[in-house]
């Protein structure tokens, strides 16, 4: 390898099987630092899948995951740790605690203290609460969220939670953010919103890895976009690569039906109907 | 009905000592939904720690100095048990169907009844516990023993001490967290397997501070003590909504209330002199718990929850 520095994400030939379903195959990606990288594809692709990979959730039966050049560990827990945060396709706040204490448990591989020195309740456990509370009411200035901080997470409006979540894996001081889709049931004005979010955590230092089905959205952020077909990374590059690429047009729309009609015809006659 | 603030006070008293034992059901079950039916033995062996605490001190130890050593012991027993309990019994079965770890408890119960019976000394009758000594003292109408004192103190204090634990720590919020959601909580960072030891060794802790008081109350402590205070102490952590601490406590308290006030009045009711009196107050006390279910399947705190998806 000639290259100068290592991307900050590599991940290197993914599999995922469960029993005889292959839900990943062989996928391979890099982010680098401060890239906004898309990855799309029709439902059933295996995004979340592959999402559960990289965070630990899932083992991958094959390839490796490579976070700032160090293989990262099978745990989700020691994954947050590393630096890597993520939001989920359904929303999956503490729905019984308030919006501050959900981005106080966000921050918790960022804070240390030992069961006793909180029994004790020292200097020490004063100043971390303190300056965990001071960073959490930070990141809900950040989303807009301030005025909400006492409020139970499952009281929010849709659209606040999803931000709150973002504030919440913002919390663990992530060096990459994974969204899995955050614009998931938005209007366009709350889409449009979100777009502006996700450039104001890029211009903070931190990168994102982000799934979607907004075309309009991923395109408008993303350096680079990834696609995923029936478990296969098929294309991957800037919008016109994407947005022209014929696999990816047949794999959302289907096969033109001029290119379909004489290869049906040789089998059988009444396929046209049929491939509706 | 000239009796009837002794037997609040009275009812109280053993409604505490329920809350606390209920305590280490309710933490359990809340993080890993697995009904500990093993707590009732981890109260015993805190109760035998204690009293082997009090057996090594010289003679002459005033009871002062002593209980907080026999509380110290206890606390450890217990803990040590009940996180080893954890580790070599639970965890293995963690992803199992929850029948396993169900049995498991059942036989861990057994096992540790057995253990205590076969190789503590003399444990094959009651052992004898120290009492508080002094005589009883009075307020107003109410007379309550010095052993009392004890949980009187005891109890508000560790449920203060949790609540704050819980709701204003890191560790507490991640155990809140745990208990909501806990493939979540790991991708927050929460390293979830020390959090359910910590639920178990609080449960063990909260359980010896209970055992003490039992000894202090009865003046003994037994190998089979665990099982009815384990039994009444799962019913109060159902009445109150199995998983919520402060429902735990309540649970405690209603369950005491109704053996006293069962106790002290059934009898008196029309047609009723059959059934009351010291011999029926477990019936009452179960009859509780089925009306109780049969309007709030909750429990009196509890959150409706639609099944996990």
């Known amino acids: 390898m000639t290259t100068t520095a290592a991307p900050l994400l590599e991940v290197t030939g993914v599999t995922m099987r469960f029993g005889g379903l292959t839900a990943v195959n062989d996928v391979s990606l890099t982010v680098g630092e401060g890239e906004i990288i898309g990855l799309i594809g029709p439902n059933g692709a295996g995004k979340t899948t592959f999402f559960n990979c990289l965070t630990g959730l899932y083992v991958p039966t094959e390839g490796t995951v490579r976070y700032r050049d160090v293989q990262l560990p099978p745990k989700p827990h020691l994954v947050t740790q590393a630096g890597i945060a993520r939001t989920f396709q359904n929303i999956r706040l503490f729905a019984n605690m308030t919006v501050l204490e959900n981005v106080l448990v966000g921050r918790h591989t960022r804070t240390k203290e030992g069961i006793f020195s909180a029994i004790l309740r020292g200097p020490g456990y004063h100043r971390a609460e303190a300056e965990s509370r001071a960073k959490a009411m930070e990141l809900l200035e950040f989303t807009g969220l301030a005025d909400k901080a006492e409020h139970l997470a499952r009281n929010l409006p849709y659209g606040e939670q999803r931000k709150l979540e973002i504030a919440r894996a913002l919390a663990s001081d992530p060096g990459l953010l994974l969204l899995d889709e955050p614009t998931a049931g938005m209007n366009p004005q709350e889409t449009r919103a979100a777009e502006e979010l996700v450039f104001a955590i890029r211009d903070k230092g931190i990168s994102i890895l982000v799934i979607e089905h907004d075309m309009r959205f991923i395109f408008n952020l993303c350096d680079r976009t990834a696609v995923l077909v029936q478990g296969q990374k098929i294309v991957e590059g800037d919008r016109e690569t994407v947005q022209n690429d014929e696999r990816v047009i047949t794999a959302y729309l289907g096969a033109p039906l001029e290119e379909a009609a004489p290869a049906a015809e040789g089998t059988t006659p009444a396929a046209p109907e049929d491939t509706k | ?309």
């Not at chain 2, 002094?134 to 009392?148: M, N, W, Y």
């Open chain 2, 1 to 309: 009905m000239h009796d009837l603030p002794q037997q609040l006070a009275n009812g109280l008293i053993l409604g505490a000592l329920y809350g606390l034992v209920a305590i280490g059901y309710t933490m359990v079950y809340g993080i890993v939904q697995l009904i500990n039916f093993a707590h009732g033995e981890i109260v015993m062996v805190g109760g035998f720690g204690a009293l082997t605490a009090y057996l090594a001190l010289p003679g002459g130890t005033t009871l002062w100095l002593a209980l907080p050593l026999m509380l110290i012991a206890g606390v450890l027993v217990s803990t040590l048990t009940a996180v080893a309990a954890e580790r070599f019994a639970y965890r293995p079965l963690r992803n199992a169907p929850r029948l396993a770890p169900l049995i498991t408890a059942i036989g861990l119960s057994i096992f540790l009844q057995q253990l205590v019976f076969s190789f503590y000394p003399d444990a094959k009758k009651a052992r004898v516990f120290p009492k508080i000594p002094g005589d009883p003292f009075s307020l107003g109408s109410v007379t309550i023993q010095r052993s009392d004192l004890f949980l009187i103190i005891a109890a508000p204090l560790c449920m203060l001490a949790l609540g704050w634990f819980v709701t204003r720590t890191r560790s507490g919020r991640a155990m809140q967290a745990t208990s909501q959601d806990p493939d979540t909580a790991k991708l927050m960072g929460i390293d979830t397997d020390r959090i359910i030891v910590m639920a178990f060794a609080i449960g063990a802790a909260f359980a010896a501070v209970a055992a003490v008081a039992y000894g202090l109350r009865s003046g003994q402590v037994d190998f089979r003590m665990g099982f009815i205070l384990g039994l009444k102490a799962f019913t109060a952590a159902v009445l109150g909504g199995i998983g919520n601490i402060y429902g735990a406590m309540l649970g405690g308290l209603a369950l005491g209330l109704a053996e006293a006030l069962a106790t002290g009045y059934i009898q008196h009711l029309p047609g009723m002199h059959l059934f009351g009196g010291g011999a029926w107050k477990d019936v009452w006390a179960f009859v509780l718990l089925i009306l109780v279910l049969l309007v709030r399947p909750q429990g009196l705190l509890g959150e409706r929850v639609a099944d996990r998806a």
